[in-house]
Structure formats: C-alpha cells, structure tokens
C-alpha cells in the first residue's frame, strides 16, 4: 500500500491488551513504535478520493477499503466539510487558491444537514469539479432515490455495506478513464482534520484462513459441542459463500458485477 | 504441551463464529472486515470493531435519554441515531443488531412510543449479546497470540 499521506478523520481506538510484542518480527520482544506520518503533498499520479460520511464507522470502512486499492484518502464527515475542502464553501471563487486534485468523491446519501444529493448537485454545479466522478452510497435501495442521483450526473450508486469489489470496480474505472482534473498545483493538506496514526507492529488477529500462521485456523479442529444442527466448518465459512441468505425486503444484495442498477448511465465500459 | 492448547483454542474460536453466524448475530460482511486487515493495518478488525461498540453504545444511551424523557416528542431525532445504528452495524456485518434497529426504527417512524421502547430494549439487548460475544472472540484470541508468542520465544515444554 505504501505511505499514506491520506488525512482523515479518524479516531484512534483504544489499544488495551493488544499491545503485545511484535510476533512476525524479529525475536527481540518490543517493537519500535511506527512514527504517524507527516501529511505529504498530493502525489499527481496516485488517485485521490475525498469521502464524505457521517458515520465514524464507516468512513473508518471505505477509507481503509480505499486505501488496499492503492487510492489517497482524504475523509469527511459532512457535506459541508468537503465543500470546505474542495474550496467550494463560499460563492467567491479564489484566484490565488491552489486548484485541488480530486480523482474520486464518493459520499453517502443520508447525512443530516447536507445529504449526498445536496452534495452532489453543488459539485455539478461547480466548474472546477463538475467533471470529477461522484459516488453516492446509500444503505436503502430505493429506485426513485437512485435514479434522481444518476439523472444529476452521478457516477455511481452502491449500497452499503460497499464491499472490497465495490470498490476495486471503481478504482479500475479512475484507472483506464481519461479523468479530467483540475489543474494539479499541489496543495496543503488541511491541518484541522486528525492525521492518521499508525498503529506499531503488533500480532495480527486475523482469523482469516489464507494468512500466514500463527492464527490461522486450523481446518483439522471440529467440535462435537456445537448445536442440534449439523455443523459448519468454520474454514468453509469463512472462505466460500454466505450461510444465511434471507436478506430484508428492502434491500438488495449489491453484487456489483449483476447489478443492472449500476451498470446504468456508466460512461466508460464495465471493466471486470 | 503449549500446541496443544493452541488449536483448542482455535477450536474454541471456531465453535464461537460457527454459532455467531449460525444464530444470524454476524453476516458475511463481517468477513469483509477481515479482508481489510493486513499487514500495513493489523489491527483494522479489532480497531474497527471497538469504534463501533464506542458510537453504538453513545447512540444507545442518548436513545434511551430521548424516550425516558416524558414529555418526549423528538421522534424524527431518534430516527436519525437509527439511521447511524442500522448503517454501522451493517458496515461491521451485527446483523441482527441492525434488524432489531430496523424494527425500532419503525415504530419511531410511526411515531409509536411503546414500540419504541420495546425497541430499545430490543437493540439494547442484541448489542450487549453482541459485544460480549465478541470480547470472547477478542480474549481467545490473546490467549492464543500469548501462547504463540511462548512457543516462538521458546518457553519449553511445560
């Protein structure tokens, strides 16, 4: 993934009894704490996307799913803090205001205050972004709502929970499109947001099964103790399809490659 | 042996998930969490996790300020905390906290103050299920992190 010189609002949580000593290291028990990094100007080449969300949770989500796409995250938690960021908080356009690079905005729908839609519109509406790409993101899947989006000029509409291929399918997008940017003098990175800290090496405590051990789980381990049902491996669970496949009513199950929802008003060809 | 231990312990988490996601408490999106950790973010599920105990557990408490307050009208507030309830605990795949959330959001939209209350209790309970069900997770996993790290610096056979 490489250095982040992404901004974010993100909160540190707290580390309590998972600061133990770094186990993929060398033997020597206490690792070196990694510096937070400084903020580092915007890289032209790297894609750049401001996110907008009101949700801690998942702003803390679709940056991380943003950043194993190799994308530069800067992350917001309202519509007007991103028009703060693009600049585009006051009716004055400012000659001397650096023009921002912005590859991607991708914000949620329901947001109090601003919703995404409101969002959106502005940054049609503006001529320095009106050719940047915006995502909306919305937990419902209510037709009206999409379709209003996409008549506006959106470039997408995912649900959420927006999944990792979600967001490599747009990132393939930013990659092949001839994006056309505003004019790319970099700029500071504003310094009112929390800056990201990297948490120091530490064990990893994932239970996925491709991981390198020691947590992986062990496909021989079964129980006999487990419910009247007959029982799942854990390994099959973990690494084919859901079990559980009732989904509410309202809402669709976002596959993004099946989607005739998303597939409409894309401007370049589906790449995956 | 110090082995040993370890894979009852990974037993002890597979039969844990197993049954969380067997009684619909989890869904797969809690995978895609996994999917998220790395090396660079090691810590990403844990991290993502606390966060959300820490805003569900404000939501909640500021829910039941709200509808214990007798002369209580805001109903369109309470919907508001909903929408971040439902949102999160989808994000994190606590999908019966979400469905319970679902439901009370319901009765708010309705303006249904019993059903509310019976909804916060209803919430309330699912996210205590929940976090206590994942504090197991995160302690086995220590456990199990501790014994490697004994195995891996050598501290024998005991």
């Known amino acids: 993934m490489g250095r982040d010189g992404g901004v974010s609002c993100l909160r540190r949580a707290e580390m309590n009894m998972m600061s133990v000593g770094g186990i993929e290291s060398t033997p020597a028990p206490a690792p070196a704490p990694a510096p937070a990094p400084a903020p580092a100007p915007l890289d032209l080449d790297e894609v750049h996307v401001l996110a907008v969300d009101d949700s801690l949770v998942d702003r803390i989500v679709i940056e991380r799913l943003l950043r194993i796409t190799s994308c530069k995250v800067t992350a917001v938690d309202s519509g007007w803090r991103a028009l703060e960021f693009l600049g585009l908080d006051n009716d004055k356009a400012s000659a001397q205001l650096d023009r921002l690079k912005v590859d991607l905005i991708i914000t949620d729908y329901c947001m109090p205050g601003m919703t995404g839609y409101e969002l959106l519109k502005k940054i049609k509406e503006s001529s320095n972004f009106r050719e940047v790409p915006v995502v909306i993101m919305s937990s419902e899947n209510v037709l009206t709502r999409i379709d209003r989006c996409l008549e506006e000029g959106a470039q997408d509409f995912l649900l959420k929970p927006v999944k990792l291929a979600d967001v490599k399918r747009l990132r393939s997008h930013l990659a092949t499109k001839d994006v056309k940017l505003s004019n790319g003098n970099k700029r500071k990175l504003p310094e009112d947001s929390d800056s990201v800290i990297i948490t120091p090496p530490s064990p990893s405590l994932t239970i996925s099964t491709e991981s390198s051990p020691p947590l992986t789980i062990s496909p021989d381990s079964s129980d006999s103790s487990s419910s009247s049902s007959p029982p799942l491996s854990p390994v099959e669970m973990f690494s084919s399809s859901p079990i559980d496949n009732d989904e509410d009513d309202d809402v669709l199950t976002s596959s993004p490659e099946e989607s005739p929802i998303r597939r409409q008003k894309m401007r370049s060809p589906g790449l995956d | ?158």
Do not use: W
Request: net charge neutral; glycine share 6%.
């Open chain 2, 1 to 158: 042996m110090l082995g040993l231990g370890v894979d009852r312990l990974q037993a002890d988490i597979n039969r844990l998930l197993a049954s969380l996601f067997h009684q619909g408490v989890l869904d797969e999106h809690f995978l895609q969490l996994q999917q998220l950790q790395d090396e660079t973010s090691p810590n990403f599920v844990y991290d993502v996790i606390n966060i959300y105990f820490d805003e569900s557990e404000k939501l909640l408490r500021n829910l039941r300020l709200l509808l214990m307050d007798r002369e209580f009208s805001d109903y369109k507030k309470i919907g508001l905390h909903l929408n971040q309830l439902v949102g999160s605990s989808s994000s994190i795949g606590a999908r019966r906290v979400r469905n319970v959330c679902v439901a009370f959001r319901s009765a708010s939209e309705l303006s249904n103050r019993p059903g509310c209350l019976r909804g916060l209790e209803v919430a309330e309970h699912e996210y205590h299920y929940l976090k206590n069900m994942m504090h197991e997770l995160f302690q086995v996993l220590s456990f199990i992190l501790l014994l490697h790290m004994r195995i891996k610096l050598g501290y024998g056979r005991q």
